[in-house]
């Protein structure tokens, strides 16, 4: 079973701006929709079920029983049950009976946008991230949230108390709303970064490396004292690593590549791997290829989202002493050196992302998956009771401990001391709680699934966290600084397509010559070339574009 720090392979791309995948489902979302919030909408007026009296902090009960449809992703490895224990346990606390429709993990994304476009969608739209939002705006197609939260007090308490009211103003498409709401973070740090044999570095090295630099020569000592490995390997098509990486030499790579833009020294924004400060990042993954020092199969063999190459075998083989992964990665190489080098033998750690030559920066602190809703919603009598519903499952500390932890009492107790435990016979395995015990609160109840993931305070998320994983936070927290996030560029529905068509050529480009130059197959000697060869498939061009929207929002918005 593989570990992971969050349920979602998907957990790499929680990053502000427009993704990909709201890029490439334009075409898809942008024609046979209906916009219901073209009829009249009085909220107030429509308020069967809701409750007079909710605010922040307290349980949702609709005051008559209602429906809400749920487009429920499915993951192979955790089959949904229409049985399973939440489905009751939320009816049971909110007089709210949730009805699924399934989409399946691998291709959810274009299935969510074929339901949307044809308006087929459910009413409670999960699993968005910024910028998902972007192709169903001219359709009317969803509700833009921003006009209703007023009536959403937990979301508007949490956005205040945890500081995130100007990323709030990021997620604002061209028209100055936002059509969905975000899961909400109090504290965000890299969900990967490196996991290193700790004994190893400090027997070897004196110390764990805290710089690339520091790195690369900690990795040369290592190769020299163990000769037969190749010590550095990523294991995620260089897509981790590089994302992870990028901020510390001043650019974006990887995972978080995004639109590819960044700023620069003046107003515009530049195209990111056209930079010195992209070609730095390249040129020092080179020299680790070529002096040896990383898995170069690592960078290269297919993965599934949960690693590849071999890469624990590797660690527990001692043939690899760091590479890329989460909380869940430390514990599964932890496993694997059990069988090898025993138990008590060995320190595994996941260490905060190194500092370099731009300084001690990780990624701009990040939102989590959220949703958005039907905008045939905005025409229901229970428009209201929804708002309060989804306010109260989305950011109200109580349901959110209960979606990760199940029924406090049945499956777990809380200490006065805000410590949680699963009672005996309860297993969380995806995060090795009580792991082998009778019932599985994942698998067989349906808690600790992918809506527990999007809205958490920094105490819930420790609660189910090893203590490794908490030391982290607070390593990240007390020695990184989160980059400023990339400006957003909301792009209008012409826009948006224009950007689909000149993004993805360049951005194939970038990857296919990004790896070449740091596999030794391209000269560095051309970079000078590969920037021309931008240039030539419309670099100009695709930032003139981003650069009128960036101009355009900051009229409107500031």
Same mark, same amino acid.
């Given at each position: 079973m593989t570990l992971n720090p969050f349920h979602l392979s998907q957990s790499r791309r929680g990053f502000v701006g427009l993704s990909a995948a709201a890029f490439g489902s334009i075409a898809l979302a942008s024609c046979g929709a209906s916009s219901a919030e073209d009829e009249p909408v009085d909220v107030d007026a429509q308020n069967v079920g809701a409750m007079e009296d909710f605010a922040a902090d307290t349980q949702f009960t609709a005051t008559e029983p209602i429906e809400v449809g749920i487009l429920w992703t499915d993951w192979p490895e955790v089959p949904v049950e229409e049985s399973w224990?939440?489905?009751?346990? #939320? /009816?049971? =606390?909110?007089?709210?009976? =949730? %009805?699924?429709?399934?989409?399946?993990?691998?291709?959810?994304?274009? /299935?969510?946008?074929? =339901? #949307?476009s044809a308006g087929d969608a459910p009413t409670l739209i999960?699993?968005? @991230?910024?910028?998902?939002?972007?192709? @169903?705006?001219?359709?009317?197609?969803?509700?833009?949230?921003?006009?209703y939260v007023e009536h959403m007090p937990n979301f508007q308490k949490y956005v205040k108390e945890w500081e995130l009211g100007q990323m709030i103003e990021n997620i604002k498409q061209a028209d100055g709303k936002y059509?969905?709401?975000?899961?909400?973070?109090?504290?965000?740090?890299?969900?990967?970064?490196?996991?290193?044999? /700790?004994?190893?570095?400090?027997?070897?090295?004196?110390?764990?490396?805290?710089?690339?630099?520091?790195?690369?020569?900690?990795?040369?000592?290592? %190769?020299?004292? @163990?000769?037969?490995?190749?010590?550095?390997?990523?294991?995620?098509?260089?897509?981790?690593?590089?994302? @992870?990486?990028?901020?510390?030499?001043?650019? #974006?790579?990887?995972?978080?590549f995004g639109g590819g833009y960044i700023d620069s020294e003046g107003d515009e924004l530049v195209?990111?791997?056209?930079?010195?400060?992209? %070609?730095?990042?390249?040129?020092?993954?080179?020299?680790?290829v070529e002096e040896g020092l990383i898995d170069r199969e690592s960078l290269t063999a297919s993965n599934d989202g949960s690693?590849?190459?071999?890469?624990?075998e590797k660690f527990a083989n001692e043939l690899c002493f760091a590479a890329s992964g989460s909380s869940g990665t430390a514990i599964e190489f932890a496993q694997a050196l059990n069988e090898t080098v025993g138990e008590g033998n060995f320190e595994v750690s996941l260490i905060p992302p190194p500092a370099g030559p731009a300084g001690d920066h990780v990624e701009p602190r990040n939102f989590w998956h959220g949703f958005m809703l039907n905008s045939d919603i905005t025409q229901s009598e229970n428009f209201l009771a929804t708002l309060q519903f989804t306010d109260w499952l989305y950011f109200n500390p109580a349901a959110r401990e209960m979606l990760r932890w199940g029924i406090e009492g049945e499956t777990y107790t809380k200490a006065d001391d805000g410590t949680i435990e699963l009672k005996d016979g309860f297993a969380m395995e995806s995060y090795n709680i009580n792991s082998g015990a009778e019932v599985d609160i994942n698998a067989d109840l349906g808690f600790a699934t992918f809506p527990a993931e999007s809205t958490e305070s920094r105490s819930l998320k420790e609660s189910y966290s090893t203590p490794e994983f908490v030391q982290y936070i607070e390593d990240v927290l007390s020695t990184r600084d989160p980059r400023d996030p990339i400006p957003p560029v909301p792009l209008e529905e012409a826009e948006l397509e224009k950007a689909s068509l000149m993004s993805t050529p360049l951005k194939d480009a970038v990857d296919t010559a990004t790896l070449q130059f740091i596999m030794g197959e391209r000269d560095l000697g051309e970079w000078d070339d590969f920037v021309a060869e931008l240039e030539a498939a419309g670099m100009s061009r695709y930032m003139e574009l981003i650069n009128t929207a960036r101009s355009r929002f900051v009229e409107a918005n500031g």
């Open positions: 224990r939440i489905f009751d346990h #939320i /009816k049971e =606390l909110t007089n709210v009976e =949730l %009805k699924l429709t399934h989409i399946p993990f691998s291709d959810h994304e274009e /299935k969510r946008s074929l =339901l #949307i999960p699993l968005v @991230y910024t910028g998902e939002d972007s192709p @169903y705006v001219s359709s009317g197609a969803v509700v833009p949230m921003s006009d059509y969905m709401l975000p899961g909400l973070q109090e504290v965000s740090v890299p969900v990967f970064s490196l996991v290193v044999r /700790k004994d190893v570095f400090e027997d070897v090295v004196g110390a764990v490396p805290t710089t690339w630099e520091e790195l690369r020569d900690g990795l040369r000592a290592v %190769k020299e004292a @163990y000769p037969d490995s190749v010590p550095l390997a990523d294991g995620f098509e260089a897509q981790s690593m590089l994302n @992870y990486a990028a901020h510390a030499f001043g650019t #974006i790579a990887g995972w978080g195209y990111a791997p056209a930079t010195d400060e992209y %070609k730095s990042l390249v040129e020092y993954f080179h020299s680790l690693g590849a190459a071999d890469v624990s």
